[in-house]
């Protein structure tokens, strides 16, 4: 998959301002993917209770309801549905910090759900999308570069997604 956002404005300069957005959202994205991944894994739970085929079934609607009213309230129901790599340029041109926050609470809802109930997909490109839509509020009320919202989301999203999945075990 291919992660691509056109029109980005260069990035020339560093401030500490911005090193310090990319502090606190980076914590903050990983404290809302480790969520996510830890609601995943209570849905994963379930299937031995309920079966895999009404795990599937329940998740699928879950998902679909969960799309539709993210539509209802203004969201894309798209950047729900999907992994997320191609909705990234609509993200992050996205200027209501109110749409922003029911794409990301969807999102992160449906992230858990897709995974607990283990649709085809993968972790990290719904990570990315949701580290990106958290930079994309200092965006809006900072008016810090969408350049540096993209690499500090892409890369928090990234580490978030796969600090687990390392077969090293460094404790």
Known sequence: AELSVPGLPPYE??????????????VLIAL?????????????AEEG???????????????????VV??????????????????????VGETSASVLAVVLAAKLLAYAVCLGCGFRGGQVFPAVF?????????????DVSPTLAVAVGTAAGCAAALAKASPIDFN
Do not use: Y
């Open 13 to 26: 300069d560093v401030h500490v301002g911005d090193l310090l957005v990319a502090v606190v959202a980076g």
């Open 32 to 44: 809302l993917v480790e969520a996510s991944l830890t609601l995943a894994r209570r849905v994963a």
């Open 70 to 91: 993210a539509d209802a309230l203004g969201a894309d129901s798209q950047e729900v549905l999907f992994s997320g790599q191609a909705a990234i340029p609509g993200l």
């Open 49 to 67: 209770r309920i079966g895999m085929g009404t795990l599937l079934l329940g998740g699928g609607l879950a998902v679909g309801l969960i799309a």
């Open 130 to 142: 949701i580290g990106v839509g958290v930079v994309m509020f200092a965006v809006i009320a900072f």
